[in-house]
T-cell receptor, first 113, second 115 residues
Framework: DVKVTQSSRYLVKRTGEKVFLECVQD?????MFWYRQDPGLGLRLIYF???????EKGDIPEGYSVSREKKERFSLILESASTNQTSMYLC????????????FGPGTRLLVL | GNSVTQMEGPVTLSEEAFLTINCTYT??????LFWYVQYPGEGLQLLLK?????DKGSNKGFEATYRKETTSFHLEKGSVQVSDSAVYFC??????????????FGSGTRLQVQP
């Protein structure tokens, strides 16, 4: 079975802190994605990566950056956390076939105070 | 751009009732269509998918048919159980949207099944 793990299920941070969210997949997938999930808005794509050291902006990249130094790991970085970044963050991965059938991690619920 | 529209929830049903969750889409090409389910406290899981017009995806008693003429992919189940209570997301993958490689999701529909 494909397994996508996220480093934390819950995080509480203060405004202005630098926040790292880690995601690891064990199926040698080329593509990895970061989404945020907010009530009534569904999932919105923040960034994605289709190869090591490659990254592409999604629909809402402002205030975020990413890092992919190894194929299995994709990190989301909030350079200076703000209260409007309080959300559920979901990581996903897929084979290199136009993103079909994405596999999701359990999510990280982030609260920024 | 691409978009997915789902019926708003919550949808509240009694056990063994018939379920329909509507989903319509807009896409530039010929997308693949998906239903994902999110149980409380968990990430999203693929429920079913269809890759071309008139295909029917099915899993765990759920079904959805890819209707190109109405740009729809409605989710149905003949008899829901309490354990089906979850949030359901309709999504599409558009091969014409080159470079994106990501899914476009609807806003989700919460289903509550009462005993």
């Amino acid at each position: 079975d494909v397994k996508v793990t996220q480093s934390s299920r819950y995080l509480v941070k203060r405004t202005g802190e630098k926040v790292f969210l880690e995601c690891v997949q064990d199926m040698d997938h080329e593509n990895m994605f970061w989404y945020r999930q907010d009530p009534g808005l569904g999932l919105r794509l923040i960034y994605f990566s289709y190869d090591v050291k490659m990254k592409e902006k999604g629909d809402i990249p402002e205030g975020y950056s990413v890092s992919r130094e190894k194929k299995e790991r994709f990190s989301l970085i909030l350079e200076s956390a703000s209260t409007n970044q309080t959300s559920m963050y979901l990581c996903a991965s897929s084979y290199d076939r136009d993103g079909e059938t994405q596999y999701f991690g359990p999510g990280t619920r982030l609260l920024v105070l | 751009g691409n978009s997915v529209t789902q019926m708003e929830g919550p949808v509240t049903l009694s056990e063994e009732a018939f379920l329909t969750i509507n989903c319509t889409y807009t896409a530039t090409g010929y997308p693949s269509l998906f239903w994902y389910v999110q149980y409380p406290g968990e990430g999203l899981q693929l429920l079913l998918k269809a890759t071309k017009a008139d295909d029917k995806g099915s899993n765990k008693g759920f079904e959805a048919t890819y209707r190109k003429e109405t740009t729809s992919f409605h989710l149905e189940k003949g008899s829901v159980q309490v354990s089906d209570s979850a949030v359901y997301f309709c999504a599409l993958s558009d091969p014409m949207d080159t470079g994106r490689r990501a899914l476009t999701f609807g806003s989700g529909t919460r289903l509550q099944v009462q005993p």
